[in-house]
């Protein structure tokens, strides 16, 4: 409603081109560091998500980045195989040898890059800009120009730096925002000024610094970029990069421009990125993240079940999320029955207000309630509790130093009576291997979280364990205990939730 007022104030281009720098600008991520084969794999997923450029990395700065651009570029994908280079010759000669089609060339040009860090003239940056262009221009490549740090450059010699890498041949400027110092007004008014001078296409490359990457991109293509340089999951140098999940979901449904991503791709590969990278999305990470599409408070779960679109700006099918209704303090009556009716669950009045009641006060605790908490504590208001199908007979631990912790269980699993022993990286871990192994042979139930808290201070501090466990058809219930002893609290919260998952069979 309101875009559409302030549309015709823009500059819209007709579609935007994504360039993708997860595995140059993303790589740079502090901790960050991927293999050959690391990146083919997410050169593959970008090329399938429909990225028109693929930045695969910096050929001069190691063997292995060479050999990854020039594997990316065997592989002939439909996107551009992009190579980093500063404006040296070795530079661009190591991006045409890896047999890259595109080089994205740059040189910092801000009176801090130029006097302390390159130490050149403003004209020797351009006679260095200008170089660089028509070399890579000769050897038969596309060239991208960068002005490094172009967002702290004076404008009427950043307008110079252009041209002449126009001149030179250029086929796309880009405006780098190296420090993310930029405001979504300012951008646009740059981005405008330069349209006015430039013959060129433009491309913007935003940083986080300030949270305003994805803000200043999308000033920057109303000012009429018609390019977006984004990383998946927002990585890159310091606070990162535009995030191409945001930036591209934005573009497509608040400025209705025409892009070729497969959307429905996106949450598979910015969960692909985050293993490989080891760097995880916070759960209230727009579009992708765990909460993007989960609704917990009663008044919202209550609109969405009557319309998605009371509380969803999108649906999350489109990203290739789903929707969860999470139970917990601010759960309303309607959550509470859509879920009983989910799972078939029968009950009168009495029962559901009990059992309301119920969740309610675990919320006031802070504690987490899982479908198959709720399954559990429904069952047991029905007069069906949850059955202790594995119960233990014993358990003796043995720990210290030049041993290895090891742990005997002796478990009884309905009418059998097993017994184990495993080691552990100390006596809790020994414990729960010897459970999980005992068990394996009936449900195969995993360990996802473990947390332990002390209650009380004190060699006899009272502490608290809560697991969280899951099966093969993903069940997942929670366990607590609270003892003196760690090793029998853990073994009481495991067991707790194997038997909440069991009870559902
Ligand atoms: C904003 C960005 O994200 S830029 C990209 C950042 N990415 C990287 O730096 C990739 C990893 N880098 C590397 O492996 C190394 O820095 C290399 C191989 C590129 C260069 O290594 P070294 O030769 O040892 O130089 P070092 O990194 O210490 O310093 C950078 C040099 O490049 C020069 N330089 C920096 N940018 C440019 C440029 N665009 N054009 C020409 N020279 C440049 C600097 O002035 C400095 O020169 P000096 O060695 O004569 O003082
Ligand atoms: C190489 C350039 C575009 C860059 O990464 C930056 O300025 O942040």
């Known amino acids: ?20 720098t997860t595995l140059r600008d993303g790589e740079q991520t502090p901790g960050v560091a991927l ?6 794999c997410i050169a593959r997923k970008l090329d399938s998500l429909g990225v028109d450029t693929i930045e695969a ?6 063997p292995g980045e060479m050999d990854s651009v020039r594997r990316i570029a065997d592989l002939d994908l439909d996107a551009n195989t992009c190579g980093l280079a500063r404006v040296l010759r070795e530079d661009i000669d190591a991006v045409i040898d890896c047999g890259a089609d595109y080089i994205h060339t740059f040189i910092g040009t801000s009176p801090l890059h130029r006097k302390y860090k390159l130490k050149m003239s403003p004209e020797e940056i351009i006679d260095r800009a200008v170089f660089g262009v028509e070399y890579a221009v000769e ?3 596309r060239v991208e120009f960068s002005a490094e740090d172009a967002t702290r450059t004076e404008f009427d010699y950043l307008v110079g730096v252009y041209r002449a890498a126009e001149d030179a041949g250029a086929d796309m400027i880009n405006v780098p925002d190296t420090v993310g110092v930029m405001i979504p007004r300012a951008m646009n008014r740059l981005i405008r000024g330069l349209r006015d001078e ?9 940083h986080n610094d300030f949270g305003l990457a994805v803000a200043n991109s999308l000033a920057a293509v109303e000012a009429g970029a018609s390019q977006v340089h984004a990383t998946i999951n927002g990585l890159g140098e310091r606070a990162g990069n535009a995030a191409l999940e945001e930036v591209v979901m934005a573009l497509i449904t608040r400025y209705d421009l025409p892009l070729t991503i497969k959307t429905t791709e996106l949450v598979n590969i910015s969960e692909f990125v985050s293993k490989i990278t080891g760097v995880r999305m916070p759960p209230n990470k727009a579009i992708v993240g765990e909460n993007a599409f989960a609704h917990e408070a009663g008044i919202h779960v209550h609109g969405v079940l009557e319309k998605a679109e009371t509380y969803e700006p999108i649906t999350p099918e489109m990203v290739g999320h789903k929707r969860r209704i999470v139970l917990g303090k601010h759960t309303g ?37 899982t479908d198959a908490d709720l399954r559990a504590m429904a069952v ?9 199908i594995v119960k233990l007979e ?36 020994a414990a729960i291997n010897a459970i999980q192994s005992l068990v394996s042979e009936t449900a195969d139930i995993e360990l996802d979280e473990y947390n332990i808290e002390a209650i009380t201070g004190g060699t006899n501090a009272l502490a608290e364990v809560f697991v969280v466990m899951s099966d093969a058809d993903g069940n997942k219930a929670t366990g607590r205990s609270t003892r003196e002893d760690i090793v029998m609290a853990s073994v009481e919260a495991v067991l707790d939730a194997i038997n909440k998952i069991l009870s559902l069979k």
């Not at 990395?57 to 190691?62: I, R, V």
């Open 139 to 141: 050897h038969g490549l």
């Open 1 to 20: 409603m309101y875009i559409e007022e302030v549309k015709p104030e823009m500059k819209l281009p007709e579609t935007v081109r994504i360039f993708d």
């Open 333 to 369: 009556a309607n959550a509470l029955r859509s879920k009983l009716q989910e799972y078939g669950i029968d009950m009168n009045e009495d029962q559901f207000c009990t059992l309301y009641e119920q969740v309610k006060r675990l919320g006031d605790k802070g504690k987490r309630i």
């Open 198 to 206: 430039v013959r060129t296409p433009i491309s913007v490359h935003c």
């Open 394 to 429: 014993g358990i003796a631990v043995m720990t210290g130093e030049s041993v290895m912790p090891t742990a005997t269980v002796k478990l009884r699993i309905g009418d059998e009576i097993k017994t184990t022993s495993m080691t552990g990286v100390g006596p809790v871990d």
């Open 57 to 62: 990395g910096f050929p001069a700065a190691s």
């Open 35 to 40: 293999t050959v084969d690391e990146k083919i």
């Open 380 to 388: 047991t208001i029905l007069g069906k509790a949850t059955r202790e």
